[in-house]
């Protein structure tokens, strides 16, 4: 007796829509103080390069699963698409703005 063969049955490749991407969810409308803003969650195994977040001016790394945001009115497009880490994207309404210094700066004051 031969084993068992368990390989997931596919479709064909004419029958896969170009929206079917594995690790990225559907993008959805969130309702915030400062507007509506289109989100998209993109799992650990879909995160291929390294992003910036606004949230707290560090990498997300890749294989970090984190938050695409952009606005949902007519004014955003691609190029206004950012990446965010999901507690600061959650967090962004209760944090000031962010302020970089340079390394050399003063920490305080």
Known sequence: MSPRR?????????EESPRDRPGIT???????????????NIFG?????T??????MQDIRPGVAHVV???????????DRR??????WRARDRRGPAVER????????
């Open 45 to 49: 195994a879909a995160a291929a390069k």
């Open 51 to 56: 992003y910036r977040c606004p949230g707290c």
């Open 6 to 14: 368990n390989r997931p049955h596919r479709p064909p490749a004419d």
């Open 69 to 79: 945001a952009w606005p949902a009115d007519d004014f955003g497009d691609g190029a």
């Open 26 to 40: 559907e993008q959805r409308v969130q309702q915030w103080q400062d507007g509506d803003w289109m989100v998209r």
């Open 102 to 109: 340079s390394r050399n700066a003063p920490r305080y004051g």
């Open 83 to 88: 990446h965010w880490h999901t507690g600061c």
